[in-house]
């Protein structure tokens, strides 16, 4: 008989028991790959952080072992192999946690090696047999209904009783996090500058879609309902936003503009300035948490005649559709996912847009992202192979940002075949195209800079039968009725929308708390590539995202909705340890790159 991939990664999870417990640390890195990584979620370093070859697995380890007693590795489910390489999901406690994982074995080395953190001992989330009972089974005077209490909590919080954590911020990421946050019982108050939850998505023009699809974008512990479309509508998923803030009974403040916060270090705590519905007030908790996207405030270039242009203008952040535009001439600056949904927008009403483009896009078909890209993780057709998006989710955390490159690109090659003719014609309406400066295609452009890349759900085939010009070129100034290019090239204009992106999000930090806080915290996003928009050096994870930054008590969340459903539990995990008095001490703390 021949030896089981199970036999093959059993063998090596003894091996890397034993010498775990023995505190043999050479004894660790032998049984890795010369090239190797090991990317930790939470569970050896109280940090989001991938040590990349034997040398930094060794110093990790020399810091941690001591204090994380890490044992008990088991298979969770029978390992699998293929082309040569043996992956296994296992299972591992530590001293404090209990922890999930993934592993890659080549030729009995570890490849890659991924740990998480699911659950801190004694300090589990109240689900399945531990759920509380929800009513009490003996009547006496003064008894409360479960509304009635909930009542009395609502008002008390932030009134009588402090919150532990405030989250600035209630769109997608800050009520993920809520919900997080209130399953681990965490006094937490979310602060929210709209009327209802939902809002910052139902006020974007009416055309928006996601363009992630339904099985990528689920929230934590409430999936949406197996007929919901694959790509849903803005102001659907604004409905589904404020239901489920309500379901999950989350302590969210409408109409809440977070004015500015400050650490008192006599007190150890947040001095944060709220504005709740004309009424000034002062909470105090002891972690803030900036959860206001993935992006900073909008950026419009100070391009020369701004202030002659005698038609209207504004940023893509608040273009709020075509209806009002319909015969008149439209000049869009930028050429990524904002601009195409906003040329198509207008092109539908009658309006006569134009795109500037002004740098290269990666455009991909929105067919056959899902297909080539997204369909083994992310799909009916996951599930069906046993898929499941937590699973999906560790799969792709599994992959260090070094290696992640080289593993997408075949798809993003297999697309420029596929879809030859479509990006020929592309080419011959004088759109400029990339694949992202290695080939690495759509996530890595996201991961890196957050911008440069459109999903096409249908406003490429315009640019194509030329119904939306694109304009290649920077822009030199603007006229009183004009934008013209460097070229000399003049594009009449009615209306100039800027879908020029945004500025870093420690902008966020600068505005909120202190100048000096955002330089300390440093550039938030991207990982250190030396690509165009993510300087570096290399860091390897993403900036500031998710894990302790450089400013202690302060934290910063966000991200697309997989993002935010899938780091929101480790940055819970993080801030349930400290909200119980764990020891938490940070291994490898970023340092600070890249201030404003």
């Not at 050479?26 to 990317?39: H, I, K, M, Q």
């Not at 992006?295 to 952040?317: L, N």
């Not at 535009?325 to 990524?336: E, F, H, L």
Request: hydrophobic fraction near 35%.
């Amino acid at each position: 008989m021949g030896t089981s991939p199970s036999d093959v990664a059993e063998a090596w999870l003894t091996s890397f028991d034993q010498a775990l417990q023995s505190q043999d640390v050479g004894g660790v890195t032998d049984l890795f790959a010369d090239e190797c990584y090991w990317r930790d979620l939470v569970a050896f370093t109280w940090n989001i952080r991938t040590m990349e070859g034997r040398e930094q697995i060794a110093d990790m380890l020399t810091a941690t072992l001591g204090r994380v007693q890490p044992k008990g590795w088991a298979l969770a489910e029978p390992a699998t192999e293929a082309d040569g390489t043996v992956e296994a999901w296992i299972d591992f406690e530590t001293a404090d946690a209990r922890g999930h994982g993934h592993l890659r074995l080549v030729d009995g080395k570890a490849f890659t090696l991924l740990t998480t953190m699911t659950e801190l001992k004694g300090f589990e989330e109240p689900s399945g047999p531990r759920r509380v009972k929800g009513v009490e089974h003996e009547i006496h005077q003064g008894r409360q209904s479960w509304l009635e209490k909930k009542t009395a909590d609502e008002a008390a919080l932030g009134d009588t009783e402090q919150p532990y954590v405030v989250v600035v911020g209630g769109g997608q990421g800050g009520i993920g996090l809520g919900a997080r946050l209130k399953r681990h019982g965490i006094p937490t108050v979310i602060l929210e500058k709209n009327d209802r939850p939902g809002d910052s998505w139902r006020k974007r023009y009416k055309s928006l879609h996601l363009h992630d699809p339904v099985w990528y974008d689920h929230l934590p512990y409430l999936k949406f309902p197996d007929h919901w479309p694959v790509f849903a509508a803005k102001d659907k998923i604004g409905d589904w936003l404020e239901h489920y803030t309500a379901l999950m009974e989350l302590n969210y403040w409408t109409r809440s503009e977070c004015l500015g916060a400050q650490w008192d270090e006599a007190a150890g705590e947040w001095e944060v300035k709220v504005n709740r519905d004309g009424k000034d007030v002062t909470l105090r908790p002891k972690h803030l948490v900036i959860a206001l996207g993935v992006s900073g405030y909008p950026f419009i270039p100070a391009f020369p005649g701004a202030d002659t242009f005698r038609g209207e203008q504004h940023h893509s952040s608040q273009h709020p559709g075509g209806d009002a535009y319909a015969g008149k001439d439209v000049v869009v600056i930028g050429s990524n996912n904002s601009a195409h949904d906003i040329c198509a927008s207008l092109w539908e009403v009658g309006a006569r847009p134009t795109m500037v483009q002004r740098s290269s896009t990666h455009i991909v078909r929105s067919e056959s992202l899902m297909d080539l890209a997204l369909g083994d993780l992310y799909s009916e057709r996951a599930l069906a192979n046993g898929v499941t998006t937590e699973k999906a989710d560790l799969v792709f955390a599994s992959l260090p940002y070094r290696i992640m490159p080289g593993i997408l690109k075949p798809a993003y090659d297999e697309m420029q075949v596929r879809d030859k003719d479509y990006y020929d014609a592309l080419r011959e309406a004088g759109f400029d195209l990339d694949f992202g400066v290695d080939g690495s295609g759509l996530f890595m452009k996201y991961l890196r800079r957050g911008s440069g890349y459109y999903i096409d759900v249908g406003a490429s085939q315009l640019v194509i039968d030329g119904r939306i010009p694109v304009v290649n070129g920077q822009v030199d100034h603007l006229t009183e009725s004009s934008v013209v290019l460097a070229d000399g090239t003049e594009l009449p204009a009615d209306v100039v929308v800027y879908a020029t992106g945004y500025q870093s999000m420690n902008g966020w930090l600068e505005t909120l708390i202190s100048p000096e806080v955002a330089d300390r915290v440093g550039k938030v996003w991207g990982f250190g590539s030396d690509t165009p928009k993510d300087p570096g050096p290399w860091e390897g994870e993403l900036r500031n995202m998710w894990k302790p930054t450089n400013v202690d008590h302060l934290w910063i969340h966000g991200g697309n909705l997989h993002q935010s459903r899938h780091y929101s539990q480790f940055l819970a995990l993080q801030l349930r340890a400290r909200y119980e008095g764990l020891e938490t001490p940070v291994y490898g703390l970023q340092e600070s790159h890249h201030p404003r």
